[in-house]
Nanobody
């Protein structure tokens, strides 16, 4: 049974940094997309960053480009968040492909329907940035 567990959330002041981790147990990661989404109160869940071990470069939402860095080490996915802003406040969710697709389109996965059948989800970790 696949399980995604996030950790590393917390409260920081604007300009601060946090590092989120996601551990995917029971999961075969090769060739599959993994990444991070977030949901602020009253807003829809949105894609933040995605990565795939068979691709050279990750993909980032415009709102976090240059501030966030996603990385992967086998079944672990990380999100290094720097220069945090109050608008980054949200519940952050780790997600992973259930099955591999070819080519693994990172942008489409991040921007596409949140409720598609091809995603496992973690329970989320809260990030709060105060001004």
């Amino acid at each position: 049974q696949v399980r995604l567990v996030e950790s590393g959330g917390g409260s920081v002041q604007a300009g601060g940094s946090l590092r989120l981790s996601c551990a995917a147990s029971g999961y075969i990661y090769s060739g599959k997309r993994m990444g991070w989404f977030r949901q602020a109160p009253g807003k829809e869940r949105e894609g933040v960053a995605s990565i795939c071990n068979v691709l050279g470069s990750p993909y980032y939402a415009d709102s976090v480009k240059g501030r966030f860095t996603i990385s992967q080490d086998k079944n672990m996915v990380y999100l290094e968040m720097n220069s945090l802003k109050p608008e980054d406040t949200a519940m952050y969710y780790c997600a992973a492909d259930k099955w591999a697709t070819w080519p693994p389109n990172l942008e489409a996965w991040l921007r596409g329907p949140i409720g598609d059948d091809n995603k496992y989800w973690g329970q989320g970790t809260q990030v709060t940035v105060s001004s």
